[in-house]
Every structure is written in C-alpha cells, then in structure tokens.
C-alpha cells in the first residue's frame, strides 16, 4: 500500500513538472511566436528585396518603403522622412505608457554583390551588397513590433509599441541624426539586434569612434620648371600621416586609428594645391576618443606648419560606444532558451562547410546553440555603431542572432550569400520571436523596467549624450536618375 502511495505521489510530482515546463510560456507570449510564424513569409520576402536592392548610406529608398508599407498595412501609423532623412522613419501603435521601442536596418555596403552560392559570384560586379545583414535586422524587428501591436490590440497589453527605421549605420550614422532630432528621448526601453555567427544576449560593448577630414591647402606649381613657387598640400598629408603613425607607440592599447588619402593631386607634375585625409579615431569610451583627437589635431596644425599651408580638421560624426544593460539581458536570455536553438537541415550545414572552404578558412559548423551569458567586461574591442549613441538615452538591450556559419568573416561576400537564403532567414526568425517575448515582460513588468533603468542611469553616471556631428542637416546624397 505505502508503494502504491509512493508511486501516485512520485507520478503526481512528474505530472506537475511537465506541466509546469509547457507553462513557461504564457499565452501572450504564445501568441508573440504564433504572430511570427503568421508573418514568416511576409518577413523573409521583404528581407530578400532588401537583399537584391543593396541599397547604400541614406539610398535606401526602396528598402525604406518596403518596411514602412509593411507596417502600415498592419495597422501602424508610420511617419516618414524624419530628421530630414528621406529614407527614415517611424512607425507606432497604440498610446501611453509604457513606450517600447525596437530598431530596424537596412542599409549596404558598397562592393560586396554576391548570389546566394557557397563560392564568389557576384550579382553585379562592383555593385553593394548586404555583407553585414542589415537586410534582416529590419523585417527582423518589424516582426517582433507587429506581434506587440497585436497583443495591444486585443487588449493584453496596455502600452505604445515604436518600430525605428534607421538608415545609414554602415556610414553617415543615420541614428545619430534621428537622436539629434529627439526621436528617442520618451522611450522607456529599446531594443535591437544584429546578424551575427552566434546566438547570443548583449553584454559587451562597442567602441566609441569619430569620422574627421582632415585637409590641407597650399600652392600649385610646376614640379620641374618652378617647384620653389609651390607649397605641397600633399607634403602637409604625408607629414600629418607620419605624425599619426608616430603617435601609435603613445596611445593605449584600445586605441585604433585608420586613414586613406581621400584627395592626393591629379598629376605627378603639378605641386598639389589641395590634400585631404579621411581618419577614424576609436577607443572603447569616448573620453578616450576625445584626447586622442586632440593630439590629431595638434599633429595637423604642426604638418601645417611644416609645409607651409593651410589646413582644418573637419568633424563628419561620432558615435558613443554602446552602454550595456545587464538587468535587460538577463531577461532577454531568457527569452532566447524559450525559443530555443536553431536547427539546420543537412544541406545548410553543406552550405556553410563549402563556403568557408571556398573563402578560404576553416568550416566550423552552423551554431544554432543559445551561448550562455556573458559577463560585462570593460574594455572592448572590434567596431562602432549608432546604436551606442541610442543607449546613452534609453536603456537598450541587444541580441546577437546567428545567420552565417561559426567565425565568417562579415563585411564579406560570405555574410551577403547566407543572408539570402535560408540559413540567414532562421536567424531572422529566431531574433523576431526572442525580442517579441522579452517586450512582452518589459510591457508587464514596470518593476523590471524600472530595475533597468536604475542600471542605465547608474552606468551613464555625469556622461551627457551629446550628438558628435557638424552643424546642419544630415548628408542626405541627390538622386539621380
């Protein structure tokens, strides 16, 4: 009899736990991923469009419209061409508190066409292509706005949902601007994430970076018959990338600084009169950024001098490295393992082995795995974005979405291959329902959201957000036709 007992009891416990495991997810969140899985389809043909347009820095027009057409089919309201950006814009649903917001890309990059095969073979020769995903960091997002929206239609959530259509984050830092212009400031969270080789919830940063041009004017003359009646603007450049190289020995080691000539003369036999230097200046905070530019600039007044010419350093944009939150994180982290890892069929898995091959590193597989959260570490590595000057006003959390094989080398032909076809669209899919999830507690929860503000604000400390941009409006390029 005390076994009988013992087995009802033992199975009773079973019965609960399964239980429990299916309940994790609520049925708002259920139905977050059904919305996903509704507009599957949907999101991955705007994804391709963008993919096969390519369209650059602030060009994005037809990528712009598929997206803001997209939303206002599904009931947003959709405001384009904000902060005097033709191809920016934002889209809304519902009214008051609290105010989520979610960013959405979808710029290229120039030079990198590409089919979507395992070896080089470009659409266009020397045309752009999407080596850093953006064409599905948009649907991506849109996928998971959508899905908010219709839980505050049916009333299950209470609160305003914001899609962010940010152009020009490659170049020209489009963010930046649409900042500038205030569009962020009453956001109680926001969102975003990036194509990636991993899945993964954001807690390391960027690093800062500022865009200067640095030019000089002297005096043309002949370089045979007089060159003593010339004053080389082209020495100046030379003299002032000499001074820069110098100064790598006295920086610290989170420093990076990159420069081309972007003007150098047109004729060997003519004294150049005008030179120009396009440098990026980083560090992994923006303190650091702004003491090296100060030596820059100290070196381009001496390579002046020196010549004998004229010069000025003129500011393009800056960006703030991103301000991490780990309270948001967490939750996000969370959310991820409820949608669970990737899978991938025998064909994908091919696909990745040939391409990396065919590029020339070794094949690592396709990691569809949930990586385990990382802790913050200090000092960053690696590149800049525009999404760290929108962290600098309201707490942002990040994702990592796998769309390309384990260690691809981005901003490459591999990036634009597997972004369009399925393995990028998985991650796609995978990120939409991980960032649906978690605005579903961040819609619920104002005691999280305010424990994630406490971090932001704690991490901000005395910082003000300022944008690191030249006076005027954004470098919006003309159409032509």
Not at 40 to 61: C, F, G, P, V
Not at 300 to 318: I, Q
Not at 468 to 479: D, E, K, N, R, T
Request: with cysteine; hydrophobic share 40%; net charge negative.
């Amino acid at each position: 009899m005390k076994n009988q007992i013992l087995l009802i009891i033992l199975l009773g416990t079973l019965s609960f736990t399964t239980a429990a495991a299916q309940d994790k997810i609520s049925s708002k969140k259920q139905a977050v991923l059904n919305s996903v899985e509704k507009h599957r389809n949907s999101l991955i043909q705007m994804s391709d469009s963008i993919w096969k347009y390519a369209e650059t820095a602030m060009k994005e027009y037809q990528s712009a419209e598929i997206l803001a057409n997209y939303a206002e089919q599904n009931g947003f309201k959709v405001e384009r061409g904000v902060a005097e950006i033709p191809t920016a814009f934002v889209a809304s649903y519902g009214s008051g508190s609290p105010i989520i917001g979610i960013l959405g890309e979808y710029d290229a990059l120039p030079g990198l066409s590409q089919q979507a095969e395992p070896r080089k073979a470009p659409l266009e020769a020397s045309a752009a292509g999407h080596g850093c995903g953006h064409n599905m960091f948009g649907p991506g997002s849109l996928g998971a706005a959508i899905a908010i929206k219709e839980r505050i239609e049916t009333g299950d959530l209470k609160g305003t949902v914001r899609f962010y259509g940010t152009p020009a984050e490659e170049d020209l830092a489009g963010k930046v601007y649409m900042a500038r212009a205030g569009l962020f400031d009453d956001l109680d969270v926001c969102l975003d994430w990036h194509p990636d080789y991993k899945n993964k919830a954001g807690t390391q940063s960027s690093q800062a970076v500022t865009d200067y041009t640095v030019s000089f004017k002297g005096k043309s003359a002949h370089a045979a018959a007089d060159p003593w009646n010339g004053r080389s603007a082209l020495d100046a450049a030379e003299f002032f990338t000499t001074g820069i190289n110098a100064l790598r020995e006295h920086v610290k080691p989170t420093v990076r600084m990159h420069y081309v000539y972007s003007k150098a003369g047109d004729v060997p036999n003519v004294i150049p009169e005008e030179a120009a230097v396009w440098i990026w200046i980083r560090d992994s905070k923006r303190s650091g950024v702004a003491e090296v530019s100060e030596r820059m600039k100290e070196i381009a007044a001496g390579a002046a001098l020196m010549a004998g010419v004229e010069h000025k350093v003129s500011l393009n944009n800056g960006l703030y490295e991103i301000l991490v939150n780990e309270r948001g994180a967490k939750v996000l982290q969370k959310n991820m393992e409820l949608v669970g890892p990737i899978t991938y069929t025998d064909e994908e898995r091919a696909f990745a082995d040939t391409i990396m091959e065919s590029y020339g590193l070794p094949s690592q597989g396709l990691h569809g795995d949930i990586k385990e959260l990382e802790p913050h570490k200090e000092l960053q590595g690696g590149g800049s974005t525009d999404v760290g000057d929108v962290s600098y006003i309201v707490p942002e959390i990040s994702l990592l979405a796998t769309t390309a094989p384990y260690n691809a080398p981005w901003h490459s032909w591999v990036v634009v291959a597997c972004g369009g076809m399925s393995i990028g669209h998985k991650g796609m899919i995978f990120a939409a329902k991980s960032l649906g999830l978690t605005m579903v507690d961040l819609f619920e929860n104002a005691g999280l959201r305010k424990e994630i503000r406490e971090e932001f604000l704690r991490r901000k400390g005395n910082e003000t957000w300022e944008a690191m941009l030249p006076a005027g409006p954004p470098p919006v390029p003309a159409v032509t036709n």
